[in-house]
């Protein structure tokens, strides 16, 4: 039997439709397209391990050459909050094209070379950098999705909750019926939301499952998510206060997702983002 969660909040699915399956003012800056993330893990051997003196070598790697990179629009530090594997690390950069992924680590090399000019001291650094993680880790690339509410200061430590859904790809899928549950889940539950300090959705591109679509919640603490999941029902009701909106809503939803999903939580690392 296939069960329906409520905390689909903007669940996004464009089905075979371009990433302009919503429409951008020409006068906007143009968004980010696409994201990789790194899962790494942490190296469980390391007898040494200190988290201030992990920050600052990533800091460094920071300043001298992701922070220099005009091809990497945006990077950030994810620690195992609630996942399967407490030795998760998970390493993000967002990028305006497909090309900007390969220029970004050519480039990198680049830089590389200028932050550390002496080769030895760039070997040093380089491994003792490696050194905090395990030779096993996995890449999945994104491709970005509209209706973002970005986070506004990014200052301190936040929450970051993670929702993998997965698309059900009917016969008579219409862009138009969802996209309309899509918009109005954002601008009724999302947007103004105090507690969700940033939102981003985001779509298969390349890695393990073309199903998958993805939305990232950022918030304080964990406190406020479990607000959000008490309140949840009621925020529905406020936003669809007629029963037939909302049973209609809840069909659209049941047509467009498999109703299976997982949940994630991490903790964004100030200080080591662009």
């Not at 620690?79 to 399967?84: D, E, F, I, L």
């Not at 096993?136 to 973002?148: G, N």
């Amino acid at each position: 039997m296939k069960t329906t969660n409520q905390f689909y909040a903007v669940l996004f699915v464009l089905l075979m439709a371009p990433a302009t399956f919503f429409t951008q003012d020409e006068k906007e800056a143009p968004r980010p397209q696409y994201i990789t993330m790194t899962t790494m893990h942490w190296n469980m051997d390391m007898e040494d391990f200190d988290m201030d003196e992990w920050k600052a070598v990533e800091k460094e790697y920071l300043d001298k050459v992701t922070a220099k990179n005009e091809h990497v629009m945006a990077s950030s530090f994810y620690m195992h909050q609630m996942t399967p594997d407490n030795r998760e690390l998970v390493y993000v950069r967002v990028y305006a094209s497909w090309a900007d992924i390969e220029k970004a680590q050519m480039r990198n090399g680049e830089l590389e070379e200028e932050g550390w000019p002496d080769e030895e001291a760039r070997e040093a650094y380089m491994k003792k950098r490696n050194a905090y993680y395990s030779n096993y880790h996995s890449d999945e690339i994104y491709a970005t999705l509209p209706l973002v509410k970005r986070v506004q200061d990014a200052s301190k430590d936040m929450i970051c909750y993670v929702r993998t859904s997965h698309l059900a790809f009917p016969d008579d899928g219409d862009n138009d019926e969802i996209k309309k549950v899509m918009t109005d889940d954002f601008n009724k539950m999302i947007k103004d939301n105090p507690l969700i300090k940033g939102y981003y959705p985001h779509r298969h591109a390349w890695g393990s499952d073309g199903r998958e679509i993805m939305e990232a919640y950022f918030l304080d603490s964990m406190t406020d998510l479990d607000k959000i999941f008490k309140g949840l029902g009621e925020a529905i009701e406020k936003a669809y206060p007629d029963e037939v909106d909302r049973k209609k809503r809840e069909e659209v939803l049941q047509k467009y997702f498999t109703g299976v999903h997982g949940d994630a939580i991490y903790r964004f690392v100030a200080g080591l983002s662009k």
